[in-house]
Nanobody
Framework: QVQLVESGGGLVQPGGSLRLSCAAS????????LGWYRQAPGKQRELVAS???????TYTNSVKGRFTISRDNAKNTVYLQMNSLKPEDTAVYYC????????????????WGQGTQVTVSS
């Protein structure tokens, strides 16, 4: 029903930058919130940043001041600008969308992207 396509991951040196993108498509009535999660080897998936339809933004403490989440409502796309990257930012990053679809217009459903690898290493 809803597809999320991520791009922008890769290998970067400590202190470098990357920009992740996630485009949502499908049977979308409205997007209530968009977010980025990450999962490092041996660790649980954690919220990195999220942005609601009203523009409210949340960041996990470890990325505050370094990462910026933004969205383009016309394109149903969310971005994560990551600056001053550290080795501990290495993880698979997943896009998440809280969506109301045409077929379930009184509900909210979660959808996930396939994940994109971010590796911070010298």
């Amino acid at each position: 029903q809803v597809q999320l396509v991520e791009s922008g991951g890769g290998l970067v040196q400590p202190g470098g930058s990357l920009r992740l993108s996630c485009a949502a498509s499908g049977s979308i009535l409205s997007i209530n919130a968009l977010g980025w999660y990450r999962q490092a080897p041996g660790k649980q998936r954690e919220l990195v940043a999220s942005i609601t339809s009203g523009g409210s933004i949340t960041y996990t403490n470890s990325v505050k001041g370094r990462f910026t989440i933004s969205r383009d409502n016309a394109k149903n796309t969310v971005y994560l600008q990551m600056n001053s990257l550290k080795p501990e930012d290495t993880a698979v990053y997943y896009c998440n969308a809280d969506v109301t679809t045409f077929s379930r217009r009184y509900s909210r459903d979660d959808f996930w992207g396939q994940g994109t690898q971010v590796t911070v290493s010298s």
